[in-house]
């Protein structure tokens, strides 16, 4: 392998004959710095960039552009592929980013149905990334939400662990708002099941019919004909 390597780095510094000159290596690693700085300036983040190989010599390009070598693999050890389209090269280039990644933990542990306050959980450091999957990471995703099961102390609290809390409860009666073409009516009726601000949900009218709406943040439940 290393010496197909060899073999087409000079197969490539022959052709460079054409008049474009040599690609300048270190300009390829300062625009796979610039395209990690603009790739991770909203995370906090820290990178080492490797180097390229000094002894590879490709045809100098006018259009060069740098992108994820794998793009679903943008933390830990991965690579920056920088290439020239127009004359048909890319090289990876490997960096390791280290990445701090902040998570929401329950302080005490909690059963299913209860509402997390502020008390019940704080923000720490994720040492892994790679196990931050899904983990809330601002407190304020937490509080007010209601946790779908029990927890213990210490767990990171998740996406699917939490819903929103219940405005309206199966067998409530509800307000109905009815609003179509040039027309706006209102009702009464009973939840046929429990939701929350923005699901929907049937309600059975006082005369039989079912509709169906969306819960509003006073309970109101919207439909549209």
């Given at each position: 392998?290393?010496?197909?390597?060899?073999?087409?780095?000079?197969?490539l510094?022959?052709?460079?004959?054409?008049?474009?000159?040599?690609?300048?290596?270190?300009?390829?690693?300062?625009?796979?710095?610039?395209?990690?700085?603009?790739e991770?300036?909203?995370?906090?983040?820290?990178w080492?960039?490797?180097?390229?190989?000094?002894?590879?010599?490709?045809?100098?390009?006018?259009?060069?552009?740098?992108?994820?070598?794998?793009?679903g693999?943008?933390?830990?050890?991965?690579?920056v592929?920088?290439?020239?389209?127009?004359?048909?090269?890319?090289?990876?280039?490997?960096?390791?980013?280290?990445?701090?990644?902040?998570?929401?933990?329950?302080?005490?542990?909690?059963?299913?149905?209860?509402?997390?306050?502020g008390?019940?959980?704080?923000v720490?450091?994720?040492?892994?990334?790679?196990?931050?999957?899904?983990?809330?990471?601002?407190?304020?995703?937490?509080?007010?939400?209601?946790?779908?099961?029990g927890?213990?102390?210490?767990?990171?609290?998740?996406?699917?662990?939490?819903?929103?809390?219940?405005l309206?409860?199966?067998?409530?009666?509800?307000k109905?708002?009815?609003?179509?073409?040039?027309?706006?009516?209102?009702?009464?009726?009973?939840?046929?099941?429990?939701?929350?601000?923005?699901?929907?949900?049937?309600?059975?009218l006082?005369?039989?019919?079912?509709?169906?709406?969306?819960?509003?943040?006073?309970?109101?439940?919207?439909?549209v004909?």
């Open positions: 392998m290393r010496r197909l390597i060899i073999g087409l780095c000079w197969l510094a022959a052709g460079l004959a054409w008049g474009g000159g040599t690609q300048d290596l270190a300009q390829l690693e300062r625009l796979a710095n610039l395209f990690l700085k603009r991770l300036e909203m995370r906090a983040a820290t080492t960039l490797g180097q390229l190989d000094r002894r590879l010599a490709v045809p100098a390009c006018k259009a060069l552009k740098a992108d994820w070598a794998t793009p693999v943008t933390t830990g050890s991965t690579f592929a920088v290439s020239c389209q127009e004359l048909g090269w890319s090289f990876r280039i490997p960096v390791r980013i280290n990445e701090k990644r902040l998570g929401v933990v329950l302080n005490r542990a909690m059963a299913a149905g209860e509402t997390i306050s008390d019940d959980v704080r720490v450091d994720i040492s892994n990334p790679a196990l931050a999957s899904n983990v809330l990471t601002d407190a304020s995703q937490a509080v007010g939400q209601v946790l779908r099961t927890a213990p102390a210490g767990v990171w609290v998740r996406n699917f662990m939490v819903r929103a809390p219940y309206v409860r199966s067998n409530q009666r509800v109905v708002l009815a609003q179509g073409d040039g027309f706006s009516a209102e009702a009464e009726g009973t939840a046929m099941a429990n939701a929350a601000q923005g699901e929907q949900i049937s309600v059975r006082s005369t039989g019919r079912v509709v169906r709406g969306m819960v509003q943040a006073d309970g109101s439940v919207a439909v004909f």
